[in-house]
Every structure is written in structure tokens, then in C-alpha cells.
Nanobody
Framework: QVQLVESGGGLVQAGGSLSLSCAAS????????MGWYRQVPGKQRELVAA??????KYADSVKGRFTISIDSAKTRVALQMNSLKPEDTAVYYC?????????????????WGQGTQVTVSS
């Protein structure tokens, strides 16, 4: 069982900064990607930023303002959010894509954190 525990988030004024952190634990196997998504009511969950092996991706809307990082043990992923805008308001979810061998078969699985609210006031 893989668990993702998020911390951070909260309420901030426009132009401010917040930091999110996500700690992964459990039988992870090998990590394919770690990242952050966000979702507002009535809309689909969207990618904010992700780190894969040798590559980092950002949504166009956050490029230059958000920075994703992962620790050397690849068990914790952080998202530094600067110059926040009201449109960044959403529930932010940590995501982990990992592979492990189950019954001799390599299986790719997806895990999600519980979500943390980020609210940016104008």
C-alpha cells in the first residue's frame, strides 16, 4: 500500500507565496513520475507540474512562478508557488506513478494524496 501525505497550502493574498510538500511511503517499487495536479469544482483535474526521469513539466499557466523539486531519496516532492494569482485557487493533489512487480508481472500504478486547499485572495 502506497500512501501520500500532503502538507502546506492555505490562504494567501495575490502576489504571495506558498509551499506544498508531499511525502510518499509504502511499497513503492520504482518511481516513474511525481507531481502535482489541481482541481476546481466543476472542472477536470489538471497537471500543474511533474518530474519524470530526466524531465520536468509545468502547465503554461504556472511556468516561471512555480517550482517543483524532489529529494534525493525520491520520497518527497515539493511545490514552491510564487506570485500567486486568484486563478491558482484550487485543491492541489500530489501524484505518484510507480512500477512494481506483482506475481512476476511488472505493474504500473497511480497513487493520489488526499488534496490540500490553496486559496488566493485578490
Amino acid at each position: 500500500q502506497v500512501q501520500l501525505v500532503e502538507s502546506g497550502g492555505g490562504l494567501v493574498q495575490a502576489g504571495g507565496s506558498l509551499s506544498l510538500s508531499c511525502a510518499a511511503s509504502g511499497s513503492i517499487g520504482s518511481i516513474t513520475a511525481m507531481g502535482w495536479y489541481r482541481q476546481v469544482p466543476g472542472k477536470q483535474r489538471e497537471l500543474v507540474a511533474a518530474i519524470t526521469s530526466g524531465d520536468t513539466k509545468y502547465a503554461d499557466s504556472v511556468k516561471g512562478r512555480f517550482t517543483i523539486s524532489i529529494d534525493s531519496a525520491k520520497t518527497r516532492v515539493a511545490l514552491q508557488m510564487n506570485s500567486l494569482k486568484p486563478e491558482d485557487t484550487a485543491v492541489y493533489y500530489c501524484n505518484l506513478v510507480y512500477r512494481k512487480v506483482v506475481g512476476g508481472i511488472r505493474v504500473t500504478s497511480n497513487a493520489w494524496g488526499q488534496g490540500t486547499q490553496v486559496t488566493v485572495s485578490s
